[in-house]
């Protein structure tokens, strides 16, 4: 798995500049993920997004000390977002995969363009939703069933099941 990180979530996270490599851009992957640290009501937050289909998570109320596996935690966050959409554990190893985490800079205009529309998204159904909607998973399901231009018009969660498919035959 590949966990992209802004500069603010980097920072957040503590990672050396010097342990995050600057790699090219190349063709997403199903398992690389975009991150990027939120601050809402001083409250942070972190919006996890797929590369290729722009399906997120956004993990409420971090704490630093919730961060110090984060690997670990945004594999288990995605694999229960998946299981909530129906998904099986073969379709949860394609997109969040056990085996071994590289961090990395971001390297995608069009993924973090994207971000910043879900943000704002996420902030909206905040407001008017409230946090108890987030417990209720009612944001998250909404976030990933907004039509977006970078991946043709269609929903993340059907660009999802679109990738997923071919992977599991």
């Known amino acids: 798995m590949i966990v992209r990180c802004t500069k603010k979530m980097r920072a957040e996270l503590r990672l050396k500049e010097t342990a995050v490599p600057r790699e090219d851009a190349s063709p997403s992957r199903l398992d690389e993920w975009f991150c990027d640290l939120l601050r809402i009501d001083r409250g942070k937050y972190v919006l996890c997004t797929n590369a290729r289909t722009l399906f997120?998570?956004?993990?409420?109320?971090?704490?630093?000390?919730?961060?110090v596996d984060f690997h670990h935690l945004l594999r288990v966050s995605v694999a229960g977002a998946l299981e909530a959409e129906g998904y099986s554990s073969d379709a949860i190893e394609c997109v969040a995969p056990l085996?071994?985490?590289?961090?990395?800079?971001?390297?995608?205009?069009?993924?973090?363009?994207?971000?910043?529309?879900?943000?704002?998204?996420?902030?909206?159904d905040l407001e008017r939703f409230g946090e108890r909607a987030i417990l209720n998973g009612l944001i998250g399901s909404r976030l990933n069933r907004n039509p977006m231009s970078a991946i043709g018009r269609r929903c993340a969660i059907d660009a999802l099941r679109a990738e997923i498919s071919p992977n599991l035959n």
């Open 56 to 67: 997120s998570i956004v993990l409420p109320k971090v704490r630093r000390a919730d961060l």
């Open 99 to 124: 085996r071994e985490v590289r961090y990395a800079r971001t390297n995608s205009r069009r993924v973090l363009g994207s971000m910043n529309d879900l943000a704002f998204q996420y902030r909206v």
